[in-house]
Nanobody, 115 residues
């Protein structure tokens, strides 16, 4: 059974930083393309960063240059470093496979950026 558990969210001022973690069980992240998604209040869930099994990364234009996705194979964890945060980054952040699997969604972790 696959379980993805997100953590690391919180309340931060604009310009601040956070580091999100996604701990996985039941799925080897080292050979799985993974992504971080986010859902802001009243908006659809969007994909913000991906990392391939080979380590290649891609980012949505809205976060490019500010967010960094990485993977720790030893801990079977994917991270998302969020820098230069903006109020528009306020959302619940989730990790999932690329493409996502409905049954893999966790509870997410809330990031709130105050102006």
């Amino acid at each position: 059974q696959v379980q993805l558990v997100e953590s690391g969210g919180g309340l931060v001022q604009a310009g601040g930083s956070l580091r999100l973690s996604c701990a996985a069980s039941g799925i080897p992240l080292s050979i799985t393309a993974m992504g971080w998604y986010r859902q802001a209040p009243g908006k659809q869930r969007e994909l913000v960063a991906t990392i391939s099994s080979g380590g290649s990364t891609n980012y949505a234009d809205s976060v490019k240059g500010r967010f960094t996705i990485s993977r720790d194979n030893d801990r079977n964890t994917v991270h998302l470093q969020l820098n230069s945060l903006k109020p528009a980054d306020t959302a619940v952040y989730y990790c999932n496979r690329i493409p996502y699997i409905m049954g893999y969604w966790g509870k997410g972790t809330l990031v709130t950026v105050s102006s």
